[in-house]
């Protein structure tokens, strides 16, 4: 049973946490486009999230590769610049 109280607090703590940080608004759009397919069995409202979870984790950890192998190269390309002012 769901308890309407609590339910028009979470909405109007997300609504302020979009209106404070809208690069996030796109994200809920996703989620809520998700979520409007699992009907309202719980259970498939979670896997869709634990998904949604797992698919931006696995994102951000190849954007952090991607930023780790470029702080890697700028730090090889300072190093041989120095290097070679040194000579």
């Known amino acids: 049973m769901i308890d309407i109280e609590k339910l028009t607090k979470a909405l109007a703590a997300r609504d302020k946490f979009l209106n404070e940080n809208p690069e996030a ?12 397919k699992a009907g309202e069995s719980m259970h498939n409202r979670l896997a869709i999230m634990e998904n949604l979870i797992v698919e931006k984790r696995l994102e951000l950890v190849r954007v952090l590769k991607e930023l780790s192998f470029s702080v890697e190269a700028m730090g ?3 190093k041989a610049y120095y290097e070679e002012k040194e000579e």
Do not use: K, N, T, W
């Open 25 to 36: 608004r796109e994200y809920q759009r996703e989620i809520d486009a998700e979520l409007d």
């Open 76 to 78: 090889l390309a300072a």
